[in-house]
């Protein structure tokens, strides 16, 4: 399978009065075509700027992307100007993206229809009456019940999750080589989160669109993703096919994080949660050693004295950024 | 804390709350919101009860009526065997000692120009609970008891991370010494690593100083690790209470069967083993239910008579109860 999108070395630094924060500090990771991907970590790992970089939607300042290079379509996309015509085709028509909050990301004064058809007419120079076609076809994919009669209303007249499909369905209305959908479904319940989650997996298979799902639940992306990469204080801990991430987890604070985690049907007296122990670091004053040292169980003499180590493989498509040979059954 | 010592600290009999919609100029009121419609439970000495459901299906407003934060429209909620659903503000403040509450949002729920001995001392001099001069000590051995360094008194909220503000949180609702605790969505806000710390902390303090929690959340992996037993709500109206274990290996209604089934679970190995149903449309408007069973336009196992009359909630024996006509008569 060929490649959609590959990040190499990226760093993005924002200036704050406090200092610099180094939010995204050198990451590496590429997509397949057609691949879904799950992108994990916590609030302020950095997943959510390392995609808003791939898309240069960072403000700046105080942001700024330092090093490296996002090469998407064989160039390295970030040598496009932030506001030039091929960074806006690139974000409308090849690379499309999902935000947490369904709410705010769409327009309130704008129909369901306007927002659609605005990027048929702009990227794919549709005519009006066929954009407005296709946008009901795309609203009824997404299984809006009577798309017709609804595509004139106002956001605020549809649900939360009504709202998340609308966008998915703009998400894929020009045919992207690759969906990013961030936190897309952390505001929903579990319900309407579970029929979203299928519903984007059957487009993007439908469609041979890649898709990046960046979550902190490791849950939700068990059941979708193909490979997930691991992210802590701002760098990619543990890459690994799905399945292998789970039934052997190589770095600390991946076990920390499934051992955290209450598994269904098991109570307090068949189990106690094994926290992980601490904070995540401030990302200002990082620590030259590995960044989860103050949290880590399984730390070795060397961890201490050397820089934050970087990824080796320790089996398929299996990497790991950990000095010690943690092998644990979870 | 009361003197009588009854099996259930909180008895719920037929608890309604209704909220009024009101139209035009004059406010008029031209129906209701039923929030929660007629509810019983109870929820015995030293246990959790979880209370699980997703949004607006009335958990939040089910812990306020217990908190006497409203005042229900109709229905007994017993607080140690005394009806506290009727009783004037006056007198339900002594025994608000007797009740803690934790709130959702660690950083909505602190006052940011409150220092942490200020948050935490505050329930203990409205209360009386303890005289003046053990005030300082009181405080630190709280502080304590939820991990926090009582050196951190003078601090304001924002100079605390998400879970050392959840621990502020549980001090302030300690502080009186209380025997029950409502949790509203105690972890929810916070990050995965830091919710196992906070589950663990509320479990410890509960064996120490005996508590009982009612905990509610939309997370029904979290609810079934805490809890003893659970009930689960679905617009307004509890459907299922069964033991945490029990609820799961005997799954009765159809709607806890597909909330269990929509729980993400971090294992693709059993992930795919696993039934899945996958609910078709959404909670409908609970201005305007649907008639007869809530659930019915969602269930799967629908009849007729679902969309007629509303189904009992019906002991099963074990404790395992159930509201669903398909399950009680299958039995």
């Known amino acids: 399978m060929s490649e959609v999108i590959r990040v190499e070395n990226l760093k993005t630094y924002f200036k704050t009065i406090r200092g610099t924060v180094k939010a995204v500090d050198g990451i590496s990771l590429h997509i397949d075509e057609g691949e879904i991907v799950g992108l994990v970590g916590e609030s302020g790992c950095g997943k959510s700027v390392t995609m808003l970089s791939v898309m240069q939607l960072i403000n700046v300042p105080p942001g700024k992307i330092v090093a490296g290079k996002v090469i998407f379509e064989g160039k390295n996309i970030l040598e496009y100007p ?18 947490q909050e369904p709410m705010t990301s769409l327009n309130p004064v704008l129909t369901i229809a306007r927002q659609l058809t605005e990027t048929l007419e702009i990227h794919l120079k549709m005519n009006p009456l066929d954009a407005r076609e296709r946008a009901i076809r795309l609203l009824s994919n997404v299984e809006i019940p009577n798309a017709k009669g609804r595509i004139d209303d106002y956001p605020h007249q549809f649900s939360g999750g009504m709202r998340q499909r609308v966008m998915i369905a703009m998400a894929l209305s020009c045919n992207p080589r690759m969906v990013i959908a961030d936190e897309p479904t952390t505001a929903l319940d579990v319900t309407t989160q579970a029929q979203l989650l299928e519903l984007m997996k059957e487009q993007v298979t439908a469609h041979h669109t890649s898709l990046i799902l960046v979550t902190h639940n490791l849950g939700v992306v068990a059941r979708y993703v193909e490979r997930i990469y691991v992210m802590y204080a701002g760098r990619v801990v543990e890459a690994s096919p799905s399945s292998e991430l ?73 990497f790991v950024s950990c000095y010690a040979n943690v092998l644990e059954k979870t | 804390m009361s003197t009588q010592k009854t099996d259930n600290i909180v008895e719920i009999k037929n608890l309604k709350m209704y909220f009024p919609i009101t139209r035009g100029l004059l406010q008029r009121k031209v129906s209701d919101i039923k929030a929660v419609d007629d509810i019983s439970f109870i929820i015995k000495r030293h246990e959790t009860l979880g209370l699980v459901g997703e949004s607006g299906c009335g958990k939040t407003t089910t ?82 008891m939820v991990g926090l360094d009582p050196g951190m008194i003078d601090r304001v909220p924002h100079e605390f991370s998400g879970g050392q503000r959840q621990r502020l949180g549980i ?89 269990l089934s929509a729980i993400p679970i971090p294992d693709p190995e059993l992930d795919k083993s696993r039934h899945r149903i996958i609910l078709k449309g959404e909670v409908p408007n609970p201005a305007n239910p649907p008639a007869g069973c809530h659930f019915h336009p969602r269930c799967p196992e629908a009849k007729q008579k679902c969309e007629i009359s509303r189904p009992p909630l019906i002991d099963l024996g074990n404790g395992h109860m159930v509201a669903c006509f398909r399950t009680s008569e299958t039995l």
């Not at chain 2, 605790?181 to 100083?209: F, G, K, T, Y």
């Not at chain 2, 799961?248 to 709607?255: F, Q, R, S, V, W």
């Open chain 1, 246 to 318: 789970f039934a052997r987890p190589r770095h600390p604070y991946t076990i920390g994080l499934l051992n955290s985690v209450p598994r269904l049907g098991e109570t307090r007296k068949k189990r106690k949660l094994v926290p992980i122990t601490g904070m995540p670091p401030n990302l200002i004053d990082m620590p030259t050693t590995c960044a989860f040292l103050p949290r880590c169980h399984h730390h070795i003499p060397v961890c201490e004295k050397e820089p934050w180590p970087i990824l080796r493989e320790v089996g398929k498509d299996h």
């Open chain 2, 63 to 144: 812990g306020r009526c217990i908190l006497r934060l409203y005042n229900p429209t109709a229905g007994e909620i017993f607080f140690n065997g005394k009806n506290i659903a009727r009783l004037p503000e006056r007198k339900i403040r002594p025994l608000r000692s007797g009740i803690g509450s934790i709130f959702q949002d660690p950083y909505g729920s602190l006052n940011p120009r409150k220092t942490a001995g200020n948050i935490v001392s505050v329930p203990m001099l409205i209360h009386h609970t303890i005289p003046k001069n053990e005030l300082n000590d009181r405080v630190s051995e709280t502080l304590q």
């Open chain 2, 171 to 259: 001090a302030r609702a300690l502080a009186c010494r209380p025997s029950l605790i409502v949790c509203d969505e105690p972890i929810s806000a916070l990050d995965v690593s830091i919710q196992a710390q906070i589950i663990n902390l509320l479990e410890e303090l509960q064996e120490r100083l005996g508590l009982t929690y009612l905990f509610i959340a939309h997370d029904l992996s979290i609810v079934q690790h805490i809890s003893d037993r659970i009930a689960v709500m679905y617009l307004g109206r509890i459907v299922e209470i069964a033991g945490s274990e029990e609820l799961y290996e005997n799954t009765l209604h159809p709607y806890t069967k597909a909330l």
């Open chain 1, 82 to 99: 932030s506001r030039g015509s091929e960074m806006s085709h690139i974000r409308g028509a090849k690379i499309a993206m999902i935000f």
